[in-house]
Structure formats: structure tokens, C-alpha cells
């Protein structure tokens, strides 16, 4: 690991550091230790990379730790943005979330651990890139809200690469996925950020 | 001038900047945290500069004491004491000045600052170094109890009287100390066997010293976690705290499962960040 990523990754903790001591105005319980749950996620998943370099990335764990953030993000956004889908949701994101944690720790035949986790991944990334840009094309947030949606985007994309790659069928060679990740990780941080402070 | 240059640097790693500096910062967020006026700067640099000299005073002090056993463990026979670089009386003179310009300063600050930097010090030269650190491996509690009173000491120049909070925060150092130290033997158990030194897990074992430490990482977020809702910082840096608290409980737990020295390494240097940062949370939620 690079001093630059190192730097970098150093920057996404302090900005998701900072993200949670400012949390998000006039919002309920739920989503803001959602918000704090998925930033806490990322700070300490920043931290652990910075001390113990990119091979963290090899742990099984890592799997089930990097679907919290999407769950918990998308679940503080449904519960801001849209109330009828609140108690589904949040049944969806626990369900989700135990059902990853299950398929991979406890041995599973054939290709049901992938698919569950494409499924709940694929929800969560979605209803982050969408909600937020139809919110403000609606005129439910300021038009800097849609800057979630585009780090939902790139957090999708970085699943993607990491989940392709763990699973042995790499889209990118690793070198490559490893040269990106910090930068794709502040990035998506930083949109984040600006999404909520701006949006 | 070269030749000072030289000599600076190699005193230098006498004084452990990163050591001095982590207590150091506790010293100061222990000030802040009593809320008292912190942009008096006369006096937070007082307290940085008479901590910095106390702090590094025993610390140079410790590495005269034990530069013969520092010369038989790999990570440590290149310190300028161990290797011949400093002679042991110019290492003594310059503990011994370091620590009483120190405390002088300290006690000239405030009586009770100064008495608790004294014990400090006292604590770490006479009974962690002098005393304890080659019979038995609960000297470490000793060293704990030192290296809580930076802290403790900047709480009550800040208040003036010693108050509940200022325990707590004493005691989170106390706690967070094995952590910190366990972790680091575990790491070099075999250099601290060469030289002689008992250890936690030379004495125990490793599984009981990963158990010792998950006990006191729980006992450190509990009591620093005690000290800064009694303090009042405000619910964001709280938030804040808890998932740095969860960071390192779950790096503890995790080190105690797998028996993994990359997990074990992860946590010694995870245990430092999580001190330090929260000292700055302490800190700047000062203001």
C-alpha cells in the first residue's frame, strides 16, 4: 500500500468521521444510528485497511461487514424519504442482512450464497443510486441531494469489483481493483458528505 | 551547531516521541475537558511543556535502567543507550534533568498538578522500572497506574480538586494500558523471554492474555465511555466514540478467536489510534 493510499484512506475516515459527529438534521432515532452504523462502518473499515494493508480485504468477514453499508445507508434513506416503505424495508435489511451472514458462515450448497448476496446488495445499491435522485427531482431535497445518489453508484461499482474478485472471476485484474479502491472509496465518501450537507 | 544537531538526534529515540506524544495527549485533553478557559494558551502550553519534560524524563530514565536487557532483545539493541551511543551517565544526567525540570515546573504550575506528575513519575522510574519490571508481569498495573496520571493531572490543574471524572478518565488509561502492552509482548514474546523479562503470556499463556485483554479493552470503553457522558460532550462526538468503541471491542474479540498475530498487530495499533483519537474528541469538544 502506497503513502497516496494510505492518504486517501486517511481522508475517507476523517470525512466519514466527521459525517457522524454532525449527523443529519431533524431526523428520528432510526435513521441516524443507520447513518452512523454505515459511516462507523466505513471509518473503522478505513482505519483497519491503513493498519493492516489491503490483504484485511482477504478475511471472510469483509463480505459480511461491506453489506452493512449499503443496508444501513439505504435503510436511513427509506425511512427519510419514503414512510410507507418503512417496516418492509426495515424487515428487508435485517432479513438481508442475517441471511448473508448465514449463507456465509455456515456452509450452503451451489450458487445460493452469491445470489443472496447479489440480491441484497443489488436492492440496497439500487434503492441508494434511485431514491435520492428521484427525491430531488421531486423536489423533496435541494438538486445536491442526488450527489447520494451518485456515491451509491460508486459504492455499487466497488461491491462489484470486490465481490467479482473474491469470488475468482475478477472484472478487473486485482492490481488495478487495489490501485482504485482508495480513491473509489473517498470519492464515494466525499459524495456522500456533500449529498446529506448540501442535498 | 552540528554538534548539537547531533546530539538531538540522538537523544531523540531516548524520549520515545510517539509514547510521550500519546500521553502527552492525554495530559492535555484531561485539561480541556474540565472546560476551563483552553484558549489561555500561557497556560496550555505550560501544561504541554511541563508534561513533555516529566514524560520524557522517566521514559529516558527507564531506557538507562534497562539498557542492558534492551541490548539482548532484537527490537530494541539499536537504542542509543543499549548500543553504547550515549554513555549511561549521560543518559542518567539527562533523565534525571528532564524529570526535575519537569516536575519543577509542574508543581510551580500548581501544587496538586505537580504532585500527581510526581507520582507519575514515581510510579514509572522506582516502582514499574526499578522495582517490578524483572520480578513479575503485574508490573504492568504499575505502568498503567503511571501512565494514567498525565490525564488525571491535566483534569485537576483544570479543576483544581480531583473529581469523579478525572478517576474515570485515570481509570480508561489504566484499562486501555494492557491492551496496549499485551498485545505488544504478544508480538515479541520471544525477545522479552531472551532478556529475561516476564510477561503476561510467558507467565499465563497467550489464551489467557487475549482473554486479559478483551476484559480490558471492555473496561476502557466502559470508563472513558462513563467519563465523557459525565462530561456532556455533545450527542455527535458521542456517536462518534461509540463506533471507535465498537471498533476496537470487535478487534479485541476477534484477536481472542482467532489467535492471529496479523489481528493481534491490528489491534496494537488500533488500541493507540482509538486512544488518541479519543483524546481529540475529548479535546475539541472542548470548544
Known amino acids: ?39 462507523g462502518v466505513l471509518l473503522v473499515a478505513g482505519l483497519l485497511l491503513i493498519i493492516l494493508g489491503f490483504e484485511v480485504l482477504d478475511a471472510p468477514a469483509v463480505v459480511i461487514v461491506s453489506t452493512i453499508i449499503p443496508l444501513s445507508l439505504s435503510l436511513g434513506l427509506v425511512w427519510e424519504h419514503s414512510a410507507s416503505w418503512r417496516t418492509l424495508y426495515l424487515i428487508f435489511a435485517i432479513v438481508g442482512f442475517l441471511a448473508v451472514t448465514m449463507t456465509r458462515s455456515i456452509p450452503t450448497p451451489g450458487r445460493i450464497p452469491t445470489l443472496v448476496l447479489a440480491f441484497v446488495h443489488g436492492v440496497a445499491g439500487m434503492t441508494i443510486f434511485l431514491l435520492p435522485i428521484v427525491a430531488a427531482a421531486q423536489g423533496a431535497g435541494k438538486p445536491a441531494f442526488a450527489l447520494v445518489g451518485l456515491g451509491g453508484a460508486l459504492i455499487g461499482l466497488g461491491g462489484l469489483l470486490l465481490s467479482f474478485l473474491k469470488a475468482g472471476k475478477p472484472i478487473l485484474p486485482r492490481e488495478t481493483i487495489l490501485k482504485v479502491l482508495p480513491g473509489l472509496l473517498l470519492l464515494m465518501t466525499a459524495c456522500f458528505v456533500a449529498g446529506f450537507r448540501w442535498g | 551547531m552540528t554538534a548539537l544537531v547531533r546530539k538531538i538526534r540522538l537523544y531523540w529515540p531516548l524520549i520515545k516521541p510517539l509514547q510521550t506524544g500519546l500521553l502527552l495527549a492525554t495530559g492535555l485533553a484531561g485539561y480541556m475537558s474540565a472546560r476551563c478557559p483552553i484558549f489561555n494558551l500561557g497556560t496550555v502550553a505550560a ?211 482467532a489467535q492471529s498475530e496479523r489481528i493481534n498487530f491490528g489491534l496494537f495499533k488500533y488500541a493507540s489510534l482509538y486512544m488518541l483519537s479519543a483524546m481529540l474528541i475529548l479535546a475539541t469538544s472542548a470548544f
Request: hydrophobic share 55%.
Open chain 1, 1 to 39: 500500500m502506497t503513502v497516496l493510499d494510505r492518504f486517501l484512506l486517511l481522508l475517507t475516515g476523517l470525512l466519514a468521521a466527521w459525517q457522524i459527529v454532525v449527523g443529519v438534521d431533524n431526523l428520528s432515532a432510526l435513521p441516524t444510528i443507520a447513518y452512523t452504523i454505515a459511516f
Open chain 2, 47 to 257: 501544561v504541554a511543556g511541563s508534561l513533555s519534560l516529566a514524560i520524557a524524563g522517566s521514559t529516558v530514565l527507564n531506557m538507562w535502567r534497562d539498557r542492558d536487557i534492551d541490548a539482548k532483545m532484537e527490537r530494541t539493541q539499536k537504542r542509543p543507550t543499549s548500543c553504547g551511543q550515549v554513555a549511561d551517565r549521560e543518559a542518567l544526567r539527562l533523565g534525571l534533568l528532564l524529570s526535575v525540570l519537569g516536575v519543577g515546573w509542574a508543581a510551580a504550575i500548581d501544587a496538586l498538578y505537580g504532585l500527581i506528575v510526581f507520582a507519575g513519575l514515581f510510579f514509572d522510574v522506582v516502582v514499574y522500572t526499578l522495582w517490578l519490571k524483572r520480578r513479575t508481569c503485574w508490573s504492568i498495573v504499575w505502568g498503567g497506574i503511571s501512565g494514567a496520571m498525565p490525564i488525571l493531572a491535566g483534569r485537576a490543574l483544570g479543576t483544581g480538586r480531583i473529581d469523579l471524572i478525572g478517576i474515570l478518565l485515570a481509570l480508561s488509561v489504566l484499562f486501555w494500558i494492557p491492551t496496549h502492552i499485551l498485545t505488544f509482548s504478544i508480538k515479541h514474546r520471544e525477545d522479552y523471554a531472551r532478556a529475561g523479562i516476564p510477561t503476561f503470556p510467558s507467565t499465563y499463556g497467550e489464551a489467557f492474555t487475549r482473554a486479559v485483554i478483551v476484559f480490558s479493552s471492555v473496561l476502557a470503553a466502559l470508563t472513558i465511555g462513563g467519563a465523557t457522558l459525565l462530561i456532556g460532550i455533545g450527542a455527535g462526538y458521542l456517536r462518534l466514540f461509540a463506533v471507535l468503541s465498537a471498533g476496537l471491542l470487535l478487534l479485541a474479540f476477534a484477536a481472542f478467536r
